[in-house]
């Protein structure tokens, strides 16, 4: 099961107490899952399709037991992705002009509502019940271990727009990417998105997100010291191997035992320690020698080596 249906699972199982918060919940699914046919003269059909188990028993029981109208539920194999598909099928029936009303999907004008209707949304606690539902409809979030997006996919231009509204209402920030042929109502925060599951209800799954978000920020903080480490270990080796070199090439030129003492120090510990950084090679010497003493011994000696490649010439 995908991470996503994880937490529709969570959240369908919620099913809030109030009449208001389940009529916004039911609403948003509706929206983002339903099909509504227009058969005249004010008679409506409508389907709602949903590939998750518990997302289909709760729509059932939200339409079968405030409205108590007769509901058709068809399970349907997908061969493509083999996985089930879920068909809840309201047929034409007296009281369903009705409860399309109550629900927000026609207006007092039996005209179909394109976004959402203000009154469905109102209280902030149908704002939080109308969002959950609507994740439940057509929400999806990446696992972290991939990356951070969260989003709500739409073909309606005013809903996704009105539920981009309602997501800031809440004080996250929520943004619009038209795909052609759906729109995404999208966050990418990490933050933002384990607030949008609290606000929801997905508990349980928000403390997975964290745990695994967790994990994922360690490993990179690892990996980038690891990474550092070993480009300071190449750059130290990089540099004593250069050091090395301009050693040989005095040696042949007029040998160490013209340079200053402290320069035939520095020679004789480098040549027996190739691979140590100069904080290191400085404890070495007796006494020991800062870093930036070290460096300008170095400097000296790869001046001098320099001058001695040009004379030849």
Known sequence: MSFSN????????????????????????????????ILGNERFALDISTENAAVARLLYKYLTGSFSLKVESIIRRSVLHKSNNYLIRVPYQDGISQALNE???????????????????????????????????????????????????????????????????????????????????????????????????????????????????????????????TANLNKAINAASAQIDDIGIIKSKIGIAKLPVSLQEFAGVRVEYPYVSLRELGELFNPPLSKSAVYHRARRISQLAKSLIKVSR
């Open 6 to 37: 994880e937490i529709k699972s969570e959240l369908a199982k919620l099913q809030p107490k109030r009449k208001c918060c389940q009529l916004a919940e039911a609403s948003a699914i509706i929206h983002m899952d339903g099909s509504l046919h």
């Open 103 to 229: 629900l927000g999907i026609i207006d007092d004008h039996m005209v179909v509502v394109p976004g959402i209707l203000p009154r469905i949304t109102k209280k902030d606690c149908c704002n939080v019940s109308y969002l959950r539902g609507a994740f439940l409809g057509g929400g999806s979030v990446s696992s972290p271990k991939v990356n951070y997006h969260f989003e709500l996919t739409t073909d309606n231009v005013k809903f996704a727009h009105d539920l981009q509204t309602l997501i800031n209402r809440t004080g996250l920030r929520a943004r619009i990417n038209d795909r052609k042929k759906n729109l995404a109502v999208y966050m990418k925060d990490s933050e933002e998105i384990l607030d949008f599951l609290a606000r929801i209800g997905a508990y349980n799954a928000l403390l997975k997100w964290e745990d695994e978000r967790v994990i994922k920020e360690i490993r990179a903080q690892v990996n980038r010291l690891v990474n550092c480490d």
